[in-house]
């Protein structure tokens, strides 16, 4: 449930993009990923993200998308879409495109590869603010974008009203004990091992990847945590654990296709390039591992 504290929901799953095997878009097949989601833990969906394939897929097919899973899950989960790019236009159109379609807020990527000044950051993300009326999740991923915001910029991006939340993925949790603190946004795991150590830090929910197969675990963690349960939290997190590792045992748009085709929830693993589908003995030894940690169709 969103709420001031929690403005875009408690697990958010990154989802993947389903695809025909010739490469278009599989709109029908997303709709029932996105159903499936929701009915196992998510209250909220990251379409366009990088385990999205955003690289890859175009503006309207963008569009296409977000308009199809909005139709499915209806109206009360929550929807946001990546503006990501480290071409500030465009990012900004993607934001634009994204408002028109009807999401509910903005997944502000690092500009990666350029590697501008924190000044460049700043700039950066207040054109993609300043572009829509939506609320937005600025995304930290130094590992991707070679590139980490700076404590000045969160402190500076947490004045803007529409900067309402965090998605940290730089395995950073005493850094963001410190500016939850500082900066008053909600902060979000962008780490799926991490997201109860986030939460012993004042997060408030996870961006996730490994929730395609087990998000009502995860949303069950994240309660105990919050009713105090600590036993039971660090259970759930510790059964986790052996999934998490078989999620990332490759990347992670991937693996995570693979585990919801196996699943039976989408007909195709294809991927665009430079992306491929796991050949047999990796989707094997995936599926085998998720086996042994407990998941099955």
Do not use: C
Request: aromatic share 4%; no cysteine; net charge negative.
């Amino acid at each position: 449930m969103t709420s001031s504290t929690r403005p875009f929901g408690t697990v958010l799953t990154a989802m993947v993009t389903p695809m025909h095997e010739g490469g278009a878009l599989d709109l029908k097949g997303a709709q029932e990923l996105a159903k499936f989601l929701v009915a196992h833990g998510s209250d909220g969906l990251v379409l366009s993200g990088t385990t999205g394939e955003a690289p890859t897929t175009h503006a309207p097919e963008k569009v296409d998308l977000l308009v199809a899973v909005r139709e499915a899950v209806g109206p009360d989960v929550t929807i946001l879409t990546g503006a990501g790019s480290n071409d500030t236009a465009h990012a900004v159109r993607m934001a634009e495109q994204g408002e028109e379609a009807g999401a509910d807020g903005i997944l502000a990527l690092t500009p990666y590869y350029s590697k501008p000044t924190q000044a460049g950051v700043v700039a950066h993300f207040r054109a993609i603010l300043g572009a829509t009326g939506l609320p937005a999740m600025l995304y930290d991923i130094p590992g991707r974008t070679a590139l980490a915001i700076s404590d000045e910029s969160y402190d500076e991006l947490a004045a803007h009203p529409r900067v309402v939340a965090v998605k940290d993925a730089t395995g950073g949790v005493e850094a963001a004990k410190e500016r939850i603190a500082r900066t008053g946004l909600a902060w979000y795991s962008g780490d799926d091992p991490l997201t109860l150590d986030f939460l012993r830090a004042g997060a408030v929910g996870v961006v996730s990847v490994s929730s395609h197969v087990v998000g009502r675990e995860i949303a069950a963690m994240i309660a105990a945590h919050e009713a105090g349960d600590t036993a039971e939290a660090e259970r759930l997190h510790e059964s986790l654990l052996p999934v998490h590792e078989a999620v990332f045992s490759g990347p992670g748009a991937i693996n995570a296709k693979s585990a919801v085709h196996w699943l039976g929830v989408v007909p195709s693993r294809a991927m665009r390039l430079p992306l491929l589908p796991n050949p047999p003995a990796e989707h094997d030894a995936l599926i085998s591992r998720l086996e042994a940690a407990g998941i099955h169709p």
